[in-house]
């Protein structure tokens, strides 16, 4: 039996309920895996509150790391006893132990301990998607990267501090804003207090940035237009403040022919040896010392409605942990 939180309704971190629930035998394709530690994420409240709906009851979470304990029929890439870490879907990771499909299972160097390989995966991935396969972007070209002091964005700004490119952050307080120039980033805006496109239009002197990299959504969409350089691109990669409005297709043109792009991890990963891939390329960083993972705050499972109240409420800084 293992520990699992699921929720029956979508709604507020009080539909968290831990129940105790099978977990059964890999089929072909698939591994049991048993967690060291699950990582929390920010799509994690998406789909407990129903901006992404899904099936209910379902168990949440989709970052985790473990040792395997049994692989299923034509696994090749993973044995018994393997380190490992995901960022895989269907959601089910705020559990002790699962059977999963196993493409997106990787092995996780023994030199990354199960915490960093639960708190990286998702957000390191994401980190690199967004800055080796989403649009070229080369040493001492300009970033705007929003949240920069959250789990994804404190990757980011490692990431982009050991490839050269310039990073401008913003974050919601000042001690955030340190956080994140401690982490390699250039310049950090507070946000709530300061004028930030204004601000960033001074830091690039009335140029603007090659490319935004924007997951705060409604409160920052337009702004985050407004900050680019002609022919400039905007990735549009999340709702943290709730989904961007529609907008008029025109107004790229308007602003200066900008592009813009909506991407999700999961289409990244989808294949398994681009996954793996990947995944060797986030290992490189973090084993290189380029990218140290911070996990700043860490829940019992039991805890999870705790853990997503904090990330909700702007509380977190780097990464969080459900410990198992
Ligand atoms: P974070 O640790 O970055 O937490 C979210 C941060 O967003 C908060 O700490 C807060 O930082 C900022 N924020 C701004 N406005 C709000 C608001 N109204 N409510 C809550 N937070 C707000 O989370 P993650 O690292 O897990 O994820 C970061 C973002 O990246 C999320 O939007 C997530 O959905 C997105 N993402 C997208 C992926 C994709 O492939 N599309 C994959 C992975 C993540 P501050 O106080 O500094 O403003």
Same mark, same amino acid.
């Given at each position: 039996?293992?520990?699992?939180?699921?929720?029956?309704?979508?709604?507020?971190?009080?539909? $968290?309920?831990?129940?105790?629930?099978?977990?059964?035998?890999?089929?072909?394709?698939?591994?049991?895996?048993?967690?060291?530690?699950?990582?929390?994420?920010?799509?994690?409240?998406?789909?407990?509150?129903?901006?992404?709906?899904?099936?209910?009851?379902?168990?949440?979470?989709?970052?985790?790391?473990?040792?395997?304990?049994?692989?299923?029929?034509?696994?090749?890439?993973?044995?018994?006893?393997?380190?490992?870490?995901?960022?895989?879907?269907?959601?089910?990771?705020?559990?002790?132990?699962?059977?999963?499909?196993?493409?997106?299972?990787?092995?996780?160097?023994?030199?990354?301990?199960?915490?960093?390989?639960?708190?990286?995966?998702?957000?390191?991935?994401?980190?690199?998607?967004?800055?080796?396969?989403?649009?070229?972007?080369?040493?001492?070209?300009?970033?705007?990267?929003?949240?920069?002091?959250?789990? @994804?964005?404190?990757?980011?700004?490692?990431?982009?501090?050991?490839?050269?490119?310039?990073?401008?952050?913003?974050?919601?307080?000042?001690?955030?804003?340190?956080?994140?120039?401690?982490?390699?980033?250039?310049?950090?805006?507070?946000?709530?207090?300061?004028?930030?496109?204004?601000?960033?239009?001074?830091?690039?002197?009335?140029?603007?940035?090659?490319?935004?990299?924007?997951?705060?959504?409604?409160?920052?969409?337009?702004?985050?237009?407004?900050?680019?350089?002609?022919?400039?691109?905007?990735?549009? $990669?999340?709702?943290?403040?709730?989904?961007?409005?529609?907008?008029?297709?025109?107004?790229?043109?308007?602003?200066?022919?900008?592009?813009?792009?909506?991407?999700?991890? $999961?289409?990244?990963?989808?294949?398994?040896?681009?996954?793996?891939?990947?995944?060797?390329?986030? $290992?490189?960083? @973090?084993?290189?010392?380029?990218?140290?993972?911070?996990?700043?705050?860490?829940?019992?499972?039991?805890?999870?409605?705790?853990?997503?109240?904090?990330?909700?409420?702007?509380?977190?800084?780097?990464?969080?942990?459900?410990?198992?």
């Amino acid at each position: 039996m293992a520990k699992t939180a699921i929720i029956e309704a979508h709604g507020g971190p009080e539909q $968290f309920k831990i129940i105790d629930r099978e977990v059964g035998a890999p089929g072909p394709g698939e591994i049991r895996i048993r967690h060291k530690a699950v990582g929390l994420n920010f799509i994690d409240c998406y789909q407990r509150s129903g901006l992404y709906p899904m099936t209910l009851p379902h168990a949440l979470g989709m970052e985790a790391s473990g040792v395997i304990e049994a692989v299923g029929e034509g696994v090749t890439h993973l044995k018994v006893g393997d380190r490992a870490a995901y960022a895989a879907q269907p959601p089910g990771a705020y559990t002790e132990e699962r059977v999963m499909p196993a493409a997106q299972v990787c092995p996780l160097p023994d030199a990354i301990s199960f915490e960093d390989g639960a708190a990286m995966m998702l957000k390191g991935l994401t980190v690199q998607y967004l800055f080796r396969r989403t649009t070229p972007i080369a040493a001492g070209d300009t970033v705007l990267f929003h949240a920069a002091a959250g789990g @994804v964005g404190l990757i980011a700004c490692q990431w982009a501090k050991s490839d050269g490119i310039r990073l401008i952050g913003t974050a919601g307080t000042e001690a955030k804003c340190q956080l994140a120039l401690d982490h390699g980033a250039d310049a950090c805006i507070n946000y709530r207090d300061e004028d930030w496109v204004a601000r960033l239009r001074d830091l690039t002197d009335g140029k603007g940035v090659d490319v935004v990299m924007d997951a705060v959504g409604a409160d920052t969409f337009e702004g985050s237009l407004d900050s680019l350089r002609p022919l400039g691109f905007m990735i549009s $990669f999340g709702n943290a403040s709730g989904p961007v409005p529609p907008f008029a297709v025109a107004t790229l043109g308007a602003k200066g022919s900008l592009k813009i792009t909506r991407p999700t991890l $999961f289409t990244h990963i989808a294949d398994h040896e681009t996954c793996q891939q990947m995944a060797r390329d986030l $290992f490189e960083k @973090v084993t290189a010392g380029d990218v140290k993972i911070r996990i700043d705050q860490r829940f019992p499972l039991e805890d999870v409605a705790e853990a997503h109240r904090a990330l909700e409420a702007r509380k977190t800084t780097g990464s969080t942990i459900l410990t198992v």
